[in-house]
């Protein structure tokens, strides 16, 4: 039983003193390998078009020949008791709709009686309603309405004269169609429509779709059974469809983990605008919906309340409108998710320094002006145009990306300015208690002024120049992952503004920089030299930079963060050999570290990127850095003390059981 216990104690001894060496390793590696490039798939969970080198033939016969329409999107929708079904899809041009519905009731075209007539409405300004105004139109595509086949129209508003025939410059309908019906063996019409309409066509901008590759549209069927050919927006209860939505061609290559949009999750919440009705500012939830993120919308009249532990799941949260009901707890708690790595994305408007809206945005260094901004040209009203070179140079507005593939270049604006409050200024800073980069996005040059006395008219004893610039637009990206884009107008994407297709695009793509769908940077080559230092030395350190799929990122600012247990001590920028992908540079601990080891990372930036680092090298440092005993002698010391007991132990077992075996 001795024998037993002896044995134990050598090994548990032997155990724990090989602990105790191991944690004196020069170096612990915790991240030394690089990030692979990958190039992956989006894959959205809505419903997905795609590019088709064969179309369909438009006669009304969806079975004209074998795969007609193999390849296209089957969507099914109601008008009333009626369940009709739509196939969609596209080549390069045009987009193709075959639509096929069973029915009791159907009256062949006859131009001066009632008849059977059809539409598909497309939602050009993502408000869910049909050709609300003029300045909210709908495009449209109406078959045997005045005439057989199609007729491309637009709808601008509620009256009975309210869908508007929309011939393009030349004359020439945009739109083909053909409707067909026979009886099926119960007596009942089996109804078929097949429609070609262009996909960007010569018609007034506005006025017809503009359909891009991954971008998403909306639609809705509407459906007159014996009746006049007389468009009344009054009548078409029951006549019409839910509307439905798809995505063109939503598949690409890009370097980023594998994202399923329908997995990024947004909290949209809008509160009442001093401008425009509730209605006009629902735009941004709607595009949202069409693409198939994990949308949660709240409004502010139903008293939606944010708390942390209620938004900290979200990727994304965007507040719109004039947001006067936030409370104190309630900008606590949306400032602590963005400063913790959320993304959000505030649309609001004029705002006093004592207002909710500006209560929030000042802890991340900014202010909305109390007024709107005008130009002191009066030749320019309040709406402002903003082009390219208004623009900051960012990669989410100028590089490929994700979700459209369309540059931003002519920007319709409507509202405030911002005035930046970190002391005036603006760039690199501390921001809520980290690194942080606050910088305008939509800068307009020029004689700009805040009209305090909202006549429109520069007085320069009452309303406030702006020294010629004004921001309207600006971003912050934050140390530890948080983003924030905030624009002093909840107008400039409502449902007028975002019938520019500008405007629109402008969205989108800050919309996939938010989600973190695009521009990642990455490092390979991470290395930390010196595996042990003596006071005094250096560490040496080299890394390589990249942008997406292995590019050269200019302008990056990277640098060296030495920390001692886990707080910062110091930090240095490394030097680029030139090429903007390697760097390299060193840094001396300072004296005062007490710690055996240092950790060491590389901290990378470039603006519209976001922050990046690299994990954890913990080096070990000589004991001279603050301690008496060289680091090696006490190892030694160890080493021999752990041979010492196990030579022991071994002698006593020995002896012990030769006295057993005696016994």
């Not at 500012?281 to 009249?301: A, P, R, W």
């Not at 060289?630 to 077992?653: E, N, P, R, Y």
């Not at 002896?655 to 057993?660: A, H, P, T």
Request: glycine content about 6%; proline content about 2%.
């Amino acid at each position: 039983m001795r024998t037993r216990h002896i044995k134990k104690f050598v090994v548990i001894s032997t155990i724990i003193l090989g602990l105790i060496l191991a944690s004196f390793s020069s170096i612990s590696l915790k991240a030394m390998t690089s990030d692979e490039e990958r190039n992956t798939r989006i894959t959205p969970q809505g419903d997905m078009v795609y590019s088709n080198s064969t179309e369909p033939v438009i006669d009304g016969d969806l079975e004209s020949y074998t795969g007609e329409w193999e390849n296209a999107t089957v969507q099914t929708q109601s008008i009333g008791t009626i369940s009709l079904t739509t196939r969609v899809q596209a080549n390069s041009t045009h987009l193709f709709m075959g639509i096929s519905y069973t029915t009791d009731i159907f009256v062949d075209y006859d131009p001066v009686l009632n008849h059977t007539w059809f539409a598909v409405t497309f939602d050009n300004n993502f408000d869910s309603r049909i050709g609300y105004s003029n300045d909210t139109i709908d495009d449209g595509v109406v078959v045997n309405f005045k005439q057989l086949g199609a007729q491309d129209v637009y709808f601008n508003g509620t009256t009975i004269y309210s869908m508007v025939a929309d011939d393009n410059v030349t004359g020439v309908e945009n739109s083909v169609a053909v409707l067909d019906q026979y009886l099926d063996d119960f007596n009942r019409h089996v109804v078929t429509i097949e429609i070609a309409k262009e996909l960007n066509s010569l018609d007034e901008p506005g006025n017809d779709i503009e359909l891009h590759e991954g971008e998403p549209l909306r639609y809705l069927l509407i459906l007159f059974q014996n009746k006049t050919a007389v468009y009344n927006h009054s009548l078409l209860f029951n006549r019409v469809s839910a509307w439905k939505s798809f995505i063109m061609n939503p598949t690409y290559d890009y370097f980023s983990y594998e994202e399923d949009l329908a997995e990024k999750s947004v909290l949209t919440y809008i509160s009442e605008s001093a401008y425009t009705e509730e209605g006009n500012l629902t735009v941004v939830n709607t595009i949202i919906d069409s693409y198939g993120f994990n949308n949660t919308l709240q409004m502010e009249k139903y008293g939606y309340e944010f708390t942390y532990s209620g938004i900290k799941s979200y990727d994304l949260v965007i507040l719109i409108g004039n947001l006067n009901d936030l409370t104190a707890d309630e900008i606590d708690a949306i400032r602590f998710y963005t400063s913790s790595g959320g993304s959000l994305y505030v649309l609001s408007e004029v705002s006093e320094d004592d207002d909710p809206a500006n209560k929030l945005l000042m802890n991340f260094g900014l202010q909305i002006y109390n007024s709107t901004v005008c130009s002191e040209d009066t030749g320019v009203n309040s709406t402002i145009t903003l082009d390219t070179g208004d623009m900051i140079n960012l990669p989410y507005l100028t590089d490929s990306s994700i979700m459209t593939d369309k540059d931003v270049s002519t920007i319709f604006y409507q509202g405030s300015a911002f005035n930046f409050t970190m002391n005036g200024t603006f760039g690199e800073m501390i921001i809520q208690f980290q690194e942080g980069d606050l910088y305008a996005t939509l800068n307009k040059s020029g004689e700009y002024y805040i009209d305090l006395d909202d006549n429109r008219l520069y007085n320069s004893s009452v309303d406030y120049g702006l020294n010629d610039s004004a921001v309207f637009q600006a971003a912050l990206e934050l140390q530890r992952g948080g983003k924030l884009i905030a624009t002093a107008s909840a107008d400039i994407f409502n449902s007028t503004n975002i019938l520019k297709e500008d405007n629109k695009h402008l969205l989108i793509r800050q919309l996939q920089w938010l989600f973190n769908l695009q521009h990642q940077l990455s490092y390979d080559n991470f290395v930390v030299e010196e595996t042990v230092i003596e006071e005094g030395s250096e560490i040496h350190v080299q890394i390589s930079v990249f942008g997406d799929n292995g590019t050269t990122v200019d302008n990056l600012h990277v640098w060296v963060v030495v920390l001692e247990l886990k707080a910062d001590r110091n930090q240095e920028d490394l030097i680029t050999t030139g090429d903007n992908i390697d760097f390299n540079g060193s840094i001396t601990p300072v004296d005062t570290i007490k710690a055996n080891f240092v950790d060491v990372n590389v901290r990378m930036h470039k603006r519209g990127y976001g922050y990046n680092e690299t994990q954890l090298v913990e080096v070990f440092m000589d004991p001279d850095v603050g301690r008496a005993i060289k680091l090696d002698v006490l190892a030694m010391i160890i080493f021999f003390v752990s041979i010492g007991l196990v030579v022991l132990g071994a002698i006593a077992t020995s002896r012990y059981r030769g006295k057993v075996e005696e016994a």
